[in-house]
């Protein structure tokens, strides 16, 4: 197993983790592009959107539902925040392992 959040997920590699439960696991991005950049994950590794099948659908609705728990928790809920998610490289995906980006706060780099 190489991919690195699934080794985030089985605890073999390090990382503060914010919120786990049966679908996803959340943790701060090692390379924010803002004040706030925190990425949840699906414990189940599927490499992208493009992967994702009509029973995941579920799974994706949770996604968003997390990370708007989450920008509460941090402040972000009134202010606004963005939530990404890259397919394929050319969209800027490094890690093929489904994620969302929840970014907030002030920006380190402009983010298209």
Known sequence: MSCIFCKIISGESSSKILFRDDLVTAFRDIHPIASTHILI????????VNELEPEDESLVGHMVMVAKELAKQEGLAERGYRLIINTGAHAGQTVFHLHLH?????????VA
């Open 41 to 48: 994950v699906t414990n189940r590794h599927i490499d992208s």
């Open 102 to 110: 929840l970014i907030g706060g002030r920006l380190a780099r402009f």
